[in-house]
């Protein structure tokens, strides 16, 4: 089991930048796809952008691409979002989660292959 911390959330004004960390401890970090997923209040968790394993493959919901990049570095055991261009409907509580099994051929993107989770971090833009 990978245990994950966020950090790196806060508040910004439309149009700004945050950069989101998630470290991860445990050997098997380099194994397995990372992903990060967002929750507005009453909402459900949706799906923010994946990235394989060797960090060769990346996934964007339709909502962040162009705007938001996932990147890891596995001698840091960490993942990152950078999200630029911030926009109020992007205000949620930012998760990132780990791929349930390692050395998976595809990359996922739906909240049930993932097993592990963080305690995720606010994100919150104002207009």
């Known amino acids: 089991q990978v245990q994950l911390v966020e950090s790196g959330g806060g508040l910004v004004q439309t149009g700004g930048s945050l950069r989101l960390s998630c470290a991860a401890s445990g050997r098997s970090f380099s194994t397995k796809a990372m992903g990060w997923f967002r929750q507005a209040p009453g909402k459900e968790r949706q799906f923010v952008a994946v990235i394989n394993r060797s960090g060769s493959t990346t996934y964007y919901a339709d909502s962040v691409k162009g705007r938001f990049t996932i990147s890891r570095d596995n001698a840091k055991n960490t993942v990152y979002l950078q999200m630029n261009s911030l926009k109020p409907e992007d205000t949620a509580v930012y998760y990132c989660?780990?791929?349930?099994?390692?050395?998976?051929?595809?990359?996922?993107?739906?909240?049930?292959?993932?097993?592990?989770w963080g305690q995720g971090t606010q994100v919150t833009v104002s207009s």
């Open positions: 989660a780990a791929d349930r099994a390692p050395y998976s051929v595809v990359t996922p993107t739906a909240p049930g292959d993932f097993g592990s």
